[in-house]
């Protein structure tokens, strides 16, 4: 248990050794028992969004439940991105989020570096304020964020959704880039130094390269965050032409009812992006996110 | 300044024509922070400045339109006070809040503890199915619940009727708002219990194995070696997971207006979605401010205490 990265699983070894007593083996076996049951429950969810996706429409409204998507079809992702708008409310939200996380990176990384690499004063501070900010509820700012920009006419406008995005993406990009910049060990770029390199040749051949994981790995939370946003492109983006995904969800339910195969396949769709680039960084984060708080 | 100078003393000796002035000033930090700042005032401190001034002003869609509010003092705040419903919405998100955060600390702290206990296939199994549920965007994750709870064809009452619970044939969930808000609870707890779990078994694995085999030497039970000696080295993690969840818990609001297609009733009303409908729905912008200004102020001592955490921690460096 001792070295491993917090989330990798120990080795086999670790806990077979420990039973060869009867008891202790019927122990891991309630554990295991018990740990299964909560794989399935916790997975459950996601499982029948994506089989109801494959399931034809009788076998959805069925009043006693089918298991499988047996038979498969792929008419609910047909359906789902024949729908109005879905290809335009794909192309705002990846314009909505490439803008946002170019802006944003571009941004927090020359802010990262002043915070990572040099002592001024208002350091600790700004570091405070930008840990605080980013416990503003979005929902208290969407009041002024929206008398703003609709006294800027950027109202129904991909540019003033963009702006808004910046008020929680901003900050955390910031916090998350100066973690993996302090990362690097200052000896690194100081022997690049002795060795007759210039401060920014050091820059650019020791810290960039190292901190290059980092800044793929926040623009992916970046991504993420924006992505999924909805309240923000609920208030601004009126006209369905306008809307990103998150928003275009919500067109499956209507006064005659919610067309749930579509509506699944459309889910579907919206989450693997997100739930694809997750896997590649979660650990990444979530040991970032904590890195440090058990030290104690 | 001082760290930055004596770094470039070294390199400025062997480079002479790369001026130091001329870098230190082109790399000062303050250099560097200006146009994060400035995007930050913009984006964050503005709002933060108007939604103040606003919750002292009359803003309806007539000056929505005209793009002007009208001063009205405390108006607002005496208005929200004496406002019997505020009092509802406010104990409601109290509630909901408490039930939230108990219930995603409690189970996500067992998951972990059984992260522990478990074979290693299995721990992989369920680390995925976590990190899977974590990555579910919560718009997404409620049309599913949605669609698990839907009164005909949903899997909730089929399954509740089979295991004869009760006649389940048909139930809406959202009659009664205990049984609504039952089913939100269960949308964001299970949507927060990964980043709770897996926290929680990161800091597990790095409690010294030593310190718990020699409490179990000494003969101590299961649930006393948790308590007196995992628990206190976790309580740094802790803290900041109970003040991050009660941040998030109290301005839950996605998972009740999707949920309840966009017009959820009063009974429904929590902090968020009560400021959202008296500035969206009522245009009064200005009374869904002063409701917005006494949830950051609330929300505000909680943040004190994750910040105060992290410092502490030394993430403040």
Redesign the interface.
């Known amino acids: ?2 070295s ?1 990265t ?2 990798a ?4 070894a670790a ?2 050794r420990q039973g060869p007593s009867a008891r202790r083996r019927l ?2 076996l309630g ?2 028992a ?3 049951a ?2 399935v429950v ?2 459950f ?2 499982y ?2 994506v089989s ?1 996706a494959f399931k034809t429409g009788p076998n ?6 089918k298991w499988l998507p047996v038979p498969a079809t792929l008419a609910n992702f047909g359906d789902a991105i024949h729908r109005q708008y879905f290809w335009q409310n794909v192309r705002n939200s990846l314009i909505v989020v490439g803008v946002v996380v170019v802006l944003s990176l571009t ?2 990384f ?2 990262a ?3 990572a ?4 004063y208002g ?2 501070a ?3 304020l930008i ?3 980013q ?14 920009l ?2 800027a006419h950027q109202v129904n406008k991909l540019s003033g959704v963009i ?2 995005y ?2 929680f993406v ?2 955390f990009t ?1 916090w998350t880039l100066r973690g993996f910049i ?1 990362g690097v060990p200052r000896e690194l770029e ?1 022997a690049a ?2 060795d ?5 040749g050091a820059f650019v051949r020791v810290l960039l390269p190292l901190v290059a994981p980092g800044l793929v790995a926040t623009s992916i939370f970046a991504f ?1 965050q924006a ?2 946003e ?2 923000m492109a609920y ?1 601004l983006l009126s006209s369905p032409e306008k809307q990103t995904l ?1 928003v275009w ?2 067109s499956f ?1 209507t006064n005659r009812g ?1 067309a ?1 195969g579509p ?2 396949a459309g ?2 769709l ?2 693997l992006p ?2 694809g680039f ?2 590649l960084v ?1 650990r990444r984060i ?2 970032g ?2 890195a ?5 | ?4 100078e004596s ?2 003393s ?2 400025s000796r ?2 002479p024509r ?1 001026s130091r002035h001329r ?1 230190a000033s082109a ?4 250099g ?2 200006a ?3 400035v ?2 005032g ?3 401190g ?3 400045y ?2 103040a001034r ?1 919750s002292f002003e009359k ?1 309806g869609l007539f000056e ?1 339109i005209r ?1 002007k509010g009208r001063w009205i003092g405390l108006d607002n705040y005496t208005a929200i006070i004496h406002d019997s419903q505020f009092w509802h919405v406010l104990l409601r998100t109290v509630g909901f809040t408490a039930v939230n955060v108990s219930l995603t600390m409690v189970l996500g702290t067992a ?1 972990a503890l ?2 522990v ?4 296939v ?6 995925a ?13 409620v ?6 709870v ?1 009164p ?2 949903g ?1 909730a009452n ?1 399954l509740l009727t089979k295991l004869h619970v009760g006649n389940f044939v048909h139930h809406d969930w959202f009659v009664n708002p205990w049984s609504g808000f039952g089913v939100i609870t269960a949308v964001v707890v ?1 949507g927060a ?2 980043f709770v779990a ?2 929680v ?3 597990l ?3 010294p ?1 030593e310190l718990i085999e020699a409490a179990q030497i000494d003969g101590a039970r299961a649930w006393n070696v948790f308590r007196e000696v995992t628990l206190p ?5 802790f803290v ?1 997971l109970v003040s991050l969840s009660i ?1 998030w818990d ?2 839950v ?2 998972q009740i ?2 949920m309840l ?2 017009r959820p009733s009063a009974d429904y009303y929590l902090m ?1 979605v009560y ?2 409908v008296e ?2 729905r009522i245009s009064e ?1 200005g009374l ?2 002063a409701i ?2 006494v ?2 102020l609330i ?1 505000f001592g ?2 004190f205490v ?2 105060r ?9």
């Open positions: 248990m001792s491993a917090p989330i699983p120990t080795p086999v806990v077979v122990g891991l554990w295991n018990a740990g299964i909560v794989f916790m997975v969810p996601v029948w969004m109801t959805i409204f069925s009043y006693s439940p941004l927090a020359l802010a570096l002043a915070l690499k040099f002592k001024f350091r600790r700004f570091i405070v840990i605080a900010v416990m503003v509820p979005l929902n208290a700012l969407i009041i002024p964020l929206y008398i703003t609709s006294r702006i808004t910046m008020t901003l900050p910031i302090l100081e130094m002795v007759g390199t210039t401060r920014f993420i992505w999924n909805y309240i208030v998150t969800l919500a339910t919610t749930w509506l699944m889910a579907t919206t989450a997100v739930v997750f896997l979660q979530a040991f996110l904590t440090g708080a058990v030290r104690g | 300044m001082a760290v930055a770094d470039f070294l390199a062997r480079r790369w870098v790399a000062s930090p303050y560097l922070l146009p994060a700042l995007v930050l913009v984006v964050l503005y709002p933060l108007l939604i606003l803003y929505l793009h998951i059984l992260l206990r478990v074979s290693t299995v721990r992989y199994m369920l680390t199915a976590l990190v899977f549920v974590w990555a579910t965007p919560v718009v997404v994750a049309d599913v619940w949605r669609w698990l839907d005909q064809f899997l089929w299970w219990i990964p897996i926290t078994f990161a800091g694995s790095q409690v194995a080295l976790l309580k740094p993690i900041i941040i109290f301005q609001f996605n207006w999707i297609d966009q968020s400021s959202f500035s969206f912008y869904g401010s917005a200004v949830m950051v929300m909680f943040t994750y910040v955490q992290m410092v502490k921690a030394g993430e403040v460096r």
